[in-house]
């Protein structure tokens, strides 16, 4: 069974600084990988997705994640942080064949001036 | 958000009194999915449907009953509400290879 282990369940970081949110999933088949984000009091937007093809692929709002095959890795980035990024950032992989997401428990990322 | 909206977006009920929400969807999409979101544990699924009339349970089904009667509306009933049932719901719809486009979700505190 597919499984995500989001390794930080917070992370600060100051203003203008590089971020990175991690992510690890489990799995014995192929997978669809997803990055999504939460602002308060919010549903969830998707940030980015990985599907095939190119194993760096790039999102909204700046963010970009590294599918890496070897260590089961889907680490999502930002080069410089602001303060409207601070939200909680949630990983998921897919999950069966009717589509349904499994999803980590989150990383709530915290940016300061 | 994609043409989703979850009714009612807060609701507060005694512990042993019935509650259902509801999904409705303007975009025709086949899949239909209720999360519930708690600390600490994420987005759980609890049941989805792939058509009308068509629902499966996901993994924290027990306490929780769906219905889809129309393409439209996927509805979700807690038969006799109890306080580990506070959570924040979300409704989730797909069509082919498409993400998953959430709804902005139900609080519901059950006291």
């Known amino acids: 069974a597919q499984s995500v282990t989001q390794l930080d369940s917070q992370v600060p970081v100051f203003e203008e600084a590089p971020v990175e949110l991690r992510c690890n999933y489990s799995?014995?088949?192929?997978?669809?990988l997803f990055w999504y984000v939460q602002y308060p009091n919010q549903g969830l937007q998707l940030l980015l997705k990985?599907?095939?093809?190119?194993?760096l692929v790039k999102g909204i709002n700046g963010f970009e994640a590294e599918f890496n095959k070897s260590q089961t890795s889907f680490h999502l980035r930002k080069p410089s942080v602001h303060i409207s990024d601070t939200a909680e950032y949630f990983c998921?992989?897919?999950?069966?064949?009717?589509?349904?997401?499994?999803f980590g428990k989150g990383t709530k990322l915290s940016v300061k001036p | 958000d994609a043409g989703i909206t979850q009714s009612p977006r807060h609701k507060v009920t005694e512990t042993g009194t019935p509650v259902t929400l509801r999904c409705h969807q303007t975009?025709?999409?086949?899949?239909m999915y209720w999360y519930r979101q708690d600390p600490g544990h994420g987005l759980r699924l609890i049941h989805y449907?792939?058509?009308?009339?068509?629902?499966d349970k996901g993994e924290v089904s027990d306490g929780y009953s769906v219905s889809r009667s129309k393409t439209e509306d996927f509805l979700l009933t807690l038969e006799s509400a109890t306080s580990s049932q506070t959570s924040v719901y979300f409704c989730?719809?797909?069509?082919?290879?498409?993400?998953?486009?959430f709804g902005n979700g139900t609080r519901l505190t059950v006291t």
């Open positions: 449907s792939y058509g009308v009339k068509d629902t």
């Open positions: 975009e025709n999409h086949r899949y």
């Open positions: 990985y599907l095939s093809g190119s194993t």
């Open positions: 989730a719809i797909r069509e082919g290879n498409s993400p998953l486009h």
């Open positions: 799995s014995s088949v192929s997978v669809y």
């Open positions: 998921a992989v897919s999950g069966g064949s009717q589509g349904n997401l499994i």
